[in-house]
């Protein structure tokens, strides 16, 4: 073979050698690279010693291929930090696996690690979380009323806003009233309200300014102002928009 058929038959190989060093690479990392690094990973965030025991923010990288390791994680360890650590980095990865598990646990009444689950729900991007949050807030467990509470306000979705009225009205400890107060409050301050649910809302909170407890009094107050303001705001807003003529926002 002459030389310079040896070069044109190198060059018509070179795509094909370069595939297959891609590939194998390719192949290598996501078969065995990667799994034991999440593998190293993961027996170190289940570590005892607190001196040692890593953080989860690694796994993020690795984003979906993590979920499987974890998941064994939280179902084999007996620490409770490692199974917070996992519950919380399932979330932040997300997925229909880390969806399942997640909701699996905040519906479990026996399962010591519940409240985490429900904690995570505000950073898990699926709106199912949403039924979770609305089922947790009809829970007879205090702790849980409150920890569904401040994942609602993290959670930024006003489908939830009646739900959590409801629950600063139902008769039960002054802890979850405040706290409803305060969830209704960053809906408000954030989202806006319309003029006449402004008004509606503050008549019907307005025998919680004569609550027993101080703090429920206070963050009826908060509220009622915030109300009076957004409304206010909402009417100045449709009054300029009928005075140029065009649709309210």
Request: glycine share 6%; with cysteine; net charge negative.
């Amino acid at each position: 073979m002459g030389e310079h058929a040896w070069r044109k038959q190198v060059l018509t190989w070179l795509p094909t050698i370069a595939f297959v060093i891609v590939g194998g690479w390719g192949a290598y990392r996501k078969f065995f690279w990667e799994p034991l690094l999440i593998r190293v990973v993961v027996r170190e965030m289940e570590c005892t010693d607190s001196g040692r025991r890593r953080s989860y923010e690694p796994l993020l990288f690795f984003g979906r291929s993590a979920v499987t390791e974890l998941s064994d994680s939280y179902h084999n360890t007996e620490d409770a930090v490692a199974r917070e650590r996992a519950l919380r980095t399932l979330a932040e990865i997300g997925g229909e696996r880390a969806y399942a598990l997640i909701s699996e646990v905040a519906r479990d009444t026996q399962n010591p690690d519940r409240r985490v689950a429900i904690i995570t729900l505000a950073n898990l991007v699926e709106p199912r979380s949403e039924d979770l949050l609305l089922a947790a807030l009809e829970d007879d467990d205090v702790e849980i009323i409150l920890v569904a509470l401040r994942s609602i306000r993290l959670l930024h979705s006003p489908k939830l806003r009646p739900a959590v009225l409801e629950v600063v009205l139902r008769p039960g400890d002054s802890n979850v009233v405040e706290k409803g107060l305060v969830t209704l409050s960053h809906f408000v301050l954030r989202d806006g309200i319309g003029h006449e649910e402004a008004r509606s809302v503050a008549r019907t909170i307005a025998p919680l300014l004569k609550h027993e407890s101080r703090n429920v009094r206070e963050a009826a107050q908060f509220l009622t102002d915030a109300l009076l303001k957004a409304g206010n705001a909402s009417d100045t807003d449709r009054n300029r928009a009928e005075g140029e003529g065009r649709e309210p926002d």
